[in-house]
């Protein structure tokens, strides 16, 4: 078994609209202290660890959230969400954090972790605000689905279920900043697997299990977000514990807990419409 402690959505920084940034760095110490008395085989950061500014002042919150994560025992692995990449490149984290930001798959023994280091962007110079999947990315993460030989989880800072923002304070009305607009075609690749796959995001600040072609996708909350919790921040964090099956548990004001079985088996490609003619509308 494997177990793997997750904090994502830190937000250190201003408070900004539900996010309690200002409670960010106090949080992440108890994550730290928590963790350290749990002894997990790895930690993993989702991303987003920082409200953005500028450049200058994100650069400096970054360093106090990298402060904090170098207290932990057990190796910690980071993903870049959007706000790390405003006006920070994913070489200037890297240096930050002392840390690779490619993709890489790592090996967990009877499970392989699949950190999927997507550009994580948001372009805002566009006619429609929002992320774009360099093609890159989706081959990397088609060839590790095709060549996966183990039960892989995926890691990564947007999801890509397509899981509806229906509730959602931040995406339901802003559904193009999400996911990226080119998620179906992450499931696709995904769905290529012949092997167990389970998938991991934050970004969406809420605890969901979505699954899609047998793959459970889940996303968890971020751990200053306010807007399940009334004005507090929701002190999320989980531990994932991949076995036989997949064990995961969110600890803190909105808590959240599920225990998932991720089968190799796909579905088959899905019928034409039961109605041709109206399709053919
Ligand atoms: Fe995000």
């Not at 992440?28 to 950061?45: H, I, R, S, Y």
């Not at 360093?63 to 993903?79: G, K, Q």
């Not at 607009?181 to 992450?186: E, K, L, S, T, V």
């Amino acid at each position: 078994m494997t177990r793997i402690a997750i904090v994502t959505d830190i937000h250190h920084g201003t408070p900004s609209h539900t996010k309690r940034g200002d409670t960010a760095l106090e949080l992440l110490g108890q994550f730290t202290d928590w963790a350290n008395a749990e002894k997990p085989d790895l930690v993993l950061d989702l991303g987003d660890r920082i409200s953005d500014v500028d450049s200058q002042t994100d650069a400096r919150l970054e360093r106090e959230v990298a402060e904090v994560f170098s207290r932990l025992d057990a190796p910690v692995h980071h993903i870049c969400g959007n706000h790390d990449r405003d006006h920070l490149s994913v070489a200037d984290n890297a240096d930050i954090l002392g840390a690779e930001l490619g993709h890489q798959l790592i090996d967990l023994g009877d499970w392989q972790l699949a950190l999927w280091r997507a550009d994580a962007k948001i372009h805002r110079d566009r006619p429609r605000v929002g992320f774009d999947l360099p093609e890159t990315d989706l081959l990397w993460l088609s060839r590790m689905a095709q060549t996966a030989e183990k039960p892989t989880l995926v890691a990564s800072h947007v999801p890509v279920s397509g899981h509806s923002q229906i509730g959602n304070y931040y995406f339901q009305r802003n559904a193009s900043v999400s996911t990226y607009p080119q998620a179906d075609r992450a499931r696709e690749a995904l769905a290529q697997a012949r092997v167990p796959v389970a998938c991991i995001a934050g970004h969406v600040h809420w605890n969901t299990v979505t699954t899609v072609d047998g793959i459970p996708h889940m996303t968890q909350q971020s751990l200053t977000e306010s807007f399940t919790t009334a004005g507090e921040p929701a002190r999320a964090w989980g531990m994932l514990t991949l076995g036989n099956t997949i064990h995961w548990k969110v600890l803190g004001d909105d808590p959240f807990e599920a225990r998932l079985t991720p089968s190799h088996l796909r579905w088959t490609p899905p019928l034409a419409p039961f109605l041709p003619d109206v399709a053919a509308e």
